[in-house]
């Protein structure tokens, strides 16, 4: 039989590249951020996001008992790289909690942001109800199931078709 990678195939590959475009399309658009240079946008805003990723690990725990989400200890403008080597430098079991903490704050701010930002809301759903999906099965879903995960892939696919990098070979 075969079987996914979660961690290494999802994690750390299409949920990051899906984090790091979003984070780096937050921070450009001075979400966490008024005004200053690209180094002090960055600065202020990796300050910002450590703050934000703390309140919403404690929203979570009380919305999810049950969803134990390995947390970014220390979240820091390091991680990020710098805006012309865009990075997002978290390990793969925190990558989860981190994507949903961008979905939620996407899902605050899109409307300020703009059409992409809607979108990438949108793509980001789909990834999150195909893995939603994966985790309530296990390794042996059946057919229906593998029908829906499909769907939920397909349509990141065709939101995301227009970001290079998300782009599937």
Known sequence: SLTVDVLHCINLGVLLVWCRNVV?????SHVWTAAGTLEEVQELSALAIRNDLKS??????????????????????????DHSDKKLKTKGAETWGFFLFLLRKLQAVHGQVGVHATTMLKAGRALESMLRVWNSHGPIMPLSATHT?????????????????????
Not at 24 to 28: H, P, S, Y
């Open 149 to 169: 995960c499909l769907d939920h892939w397909n349509r990141c696919c065709a939101l995301s078709a227009d970001v290079p990098v998300l782009q599937s070979p």
């Open 56 to 81: 919403f690990y404690r929203a979570h725990r009380t919305e999810c008992p049950g969803d134990n989400l390995t947390q970014v200890g220390n979240f820091t403008k390091k991680m990020l790289g």
């Open 24 to 28: 780096w399309m937050l921070i450009v």
